[in-house]
């Protein structure tokens, strides 16, 4: 702490009468100015978003033509196979078009591949396994976009296959499919590009609820919807904020035996639910399932009316899940021990023998947590790699990926996230030709820690209305809506820190007379100057703002992230 570069935009930005008219304060809305946010209509939108703000299902290219053909398939009691992922994002995108097409009195039922027999993505001998549960109708969820092989042969077998998916297309070609919905493609006019998986499989639950005037429904299929595209690390953003923010809320009273089964074993039932709880809690559960077992188990739990039979399900996934932490703190124990003792690389890429294939992209992520720059992980099995991969935010990981996809046996991703299968014997290939790669589009600034500041304020700013709209109105927060940092200069430790026992640091800190509470979270020792923070030290601090309330009164606590010396 104290290490970090603090960027604080000195631009003054024009706030007009239309805007002053929204009554926000002004570091408030200088923060949402930031988040490109130009006129009253978009941060009335962003502030209280709905169902009203969804875009119409059939700007997805391709759309009318595959909700006809499932319309038709359910009316004529075709058989439908849904075709998902086996991560949380196409477990929950399987789930709801499930839920769909059953609801409608559809012959419906699913196939999710067994991650370490069958690897990811549809392949040609899947295609075999789909022409014998009879299918007539393939639906495939966060996945397909590059299984030529199967919808040809599924083609030739008279199955029809619609697409449904979120990761780049291959450059120059995309398969022949009946349709293929994705908003990435070249020929798509979407108006929002950062959907994920579930979140395409939902175009189509919406699209398919609007012909037949059920568009009631829309916001209890969103409790799914929002699950999964926090889990895949989506931006909350655009459409994304309103799966989340209409989903959490949601949430608040679920129907389904099996989600409030899962929300009790995670410790979240009859309490208001944060994208943290979903990241860090129902995600990890449910993703237990398709790493260490198979991801049916999680689908069951959804479709089960027994409240037994939801307990020991959602018992199940919190023992896989347990495991899971055990193997993944085994992995990443393992991976510390091979990085290079003097400067890392720009991309960090570890293999071993017998890695879990099905955690390694979590000790990736945990990875770049800690060295703040892309990592990648390849479990070998024989002359195989399997490699999961996390990145950074400035480092389009699967852009990278695609200009050494000549390596691979079969390869798929998006921007902070990637997968792929490669011969044991190109791996000190690809580690070199990444790192050429990284060369030219990373510098050392993309590695340090870099703190934006949306504002730099004084403490008689933060008042109630401050805190009601900073808590109230601007989450949920994640990926692509940060919680907003503000900073705080000529700062007086008023008294000497108080250490608590779970690693946290209270300070008494004062400025022009106002007095408020602040508090370092999880510091380390050796990173952290105790000396600064004596008694009387004049600092600099960025930090979030948080609401606290006791005997009726509401106050503000800072959650300090960095600070510097001023003294």
């Not at 609820?209 to 909350?236: C, H, Q, S, W």
């Not at 410790?267 to 399932?289: C, M, Q, T, Y």
């Not at 601007?474 to 200069?489: L, R, T």
């Not at 026992?501 to 370092?520: A, P």
Request: glycine share 6%; with cysteine; proline share 4%.
């Amino acid at each position: 702490m104290g290490n970090a570069k603090w960027i604080i935009d000195e631009n003054e930005y024009l706030i007009d009468d239309s805007l002053k008219s929204l009554n926000i304060p002004k570091p408030l809305l200088i923060s949402l100015l930031k988040r490109d946010l130009k006129t009253p209509e978009e941060i009335r939108s962003f502030l209280h978003p709905s169902v009203l703000d969804l875009h119409p299902p059939h700007l997805l290219k391709d759309m009318e033509k595959a909700r006809d053909r499932i319309i038709k398939a359910i009316e004529n009691k075709e058989k439908i196979i849904i075709f998902g992922d086996y991560d949380v994002d196409g477990i929950t995108g399987t789930v709801i078009l499930l839920k769909l097409i059953s609801s409608m009195g559809g012959n419906v039922d699913f196939y999710i591949p067994e991650r370490l027999k069958e690897g990811y993505g549809v392949k040609r001998e899947h295609a075999e396994k789909i022409e014998e549960m009879g299918a007539k109708l393939v639906i495939t969820v966060d996945t397909g976009i590059k299984g030529f092989d199967f919808v040809e042969f599924s083609q030739r077998k008279g199955i029809d296959v619609i697409i449904t998916d979120h990761h780049l297309p291959e450059p120059s070609k995309i398969p022949s499919a009946f349709a293929i919905l994705n908003p990435l493609r070249k020929d798509c006019s979407y108006p929002y590009k950062g959907l994920a998986g579930v979140g395409v499989a939902f175009k189509v639950v919406q699209a398919i609820l609007e012909k037949t005037n059920k568009e009631r429904f829309i916001p209890r299929y969103l409790m799914l919807v929002a699950i999964g595209t926090i889990a895949d690390l989506a931006e909350i953003r655009g459409e994304n904020r309103v799966f989340v923010k209409v989903g959490l809320e949601e949430l608040k009273n679920p129907i389904n035996k099996g989600l409030k089964s899962l929300l009790e074993i995670s410790g979240l039932l009859e309490r208001k639910i944060s994208v943290n709880d979903i990241s860090f809690r129902v995600g990890p559960r449910l993703n237990a399932s398709g790493r260490l077992s198979t991801a049916s188990k999680a689908v069951a739990l959804f479709f089960s009316e027994d409240p037994e039979e939801c307990r020991k399900l959602a018992e199940e996934l919190d023992r896989l899940n347990s495991e899971r932490q055990k193997i993944e703190e085994e992995i990443l124990r393992e991976s510390l021990s091979l990085l290079p003792q003097d400067k890392l690389p720009k991309i960090l890429l570890l293999f071993k023998e017998g890695w879990h294939r099905g955690v390694i992209g979590v000790v990736a992520s945990k990875l770049v947590e800690k060295f703040r720059r892309p990592s990648i992980l390849i479990s070998i099995d024989k002359e195989m790699g399997y490699g999961s991969g996390r990145s950074i935010e400035s480092f389009h990981l699967a852009s990278a990926l695609s200009t050494v996809s000549d390596l691979f046996e079969s390869w798929g991703g998006h921007k902070v996230a990637s997968g792929f299968v490669i011969k044991r014997d190109k791996i000190n290939e690809l580690r070199e030709r990444l790192n050429f790669y990284a060369e030219k589009v990373l510098s050392e600034e993309d590695f340090q820690r870099i703190i934006k500041i949306d504002s730099l304020i004084s403490f008689n700013e933060i008042d109630k209305r401050f805190l009601d709209i900073l808590e109230d109105e601007f989450p949920p927060f994640g990926i692509g809506n940060s919680k907003p940092v503000f900073a705080s200069k000529n700062v007086r430790v008023e008294r000497s820190p108080e250490f608590v026992k779970d690693n946290r640091i209270f300070l008494s800190l004062s400025q022009n007379g106002i007095t408020t509470k602040g508090v370092i979270w999880d510091y380390n020792e050796k990173e952290l100057d105790l000396n600064i923070l004596k008694e009387r030290s004049k600092l600099s601090i960025a930090y979030h703002v948080e609401r606290e309330s006791l005997a009726g009164e509401v106050f503000p606590i800072l959650n300090i992230i960095d600070f510097k010396n001023e003294s």
